[in-house]
């Protein structure tokens, strides 16, 4: 697929790539980090459809496209998965206890059973982030574990202990 980018002054950037289904799609990153994103039909130079995000929504639905939240799998392995596997993401801020600390340091496994599978930062994802990996304000944790590691991960993000 090639995406093309395009410095667009006083406003941002603009990327446009063509599906598999003929259509464009536009996305222009505002420097206030919203996002616009245009969906060209059959070569048309007007967007048949626009959707408008703010800064949190477009970091969302990143992770969602990108499979943070769901990777298709058979029937089986879903349902076991369902039963078994809880997903939990916390936001660290410039308050957190989290933060400018590693994840070694910190021990989120030791402590509460949940492991870090991924790292949000900015517009970034970070799978499977290093123990040396420092936390920065902003970033966003995601852990996986059963019901009772999510919960102790959540409480542990919270309070520390």
Known sequence: MDIKETELPGIGKKFSFDTEAHDTLVTVIHHTGKREIYRFMDDKETPHSLIELTDEESRSLGAILSG??????????????????????????????????????????????ASIVALMRGDRLIPNPSPDEKIQDGDTLMAVGNLEQARNFGRFCKTGF
């Open 68 to 113: 943070a939240y769901f990777q298709p799998a058979a029937e089986g392995t879903m349902a076991l998965l369902a039963r078994e596997l809880t997903i939990e993401w916390m936001r660290v801020d410039a308050r957190s206890h989290l933060r400018d600390r590693t994840l070694r340091d910190l021990g989120i496994r030791e402590k509460t059973g």
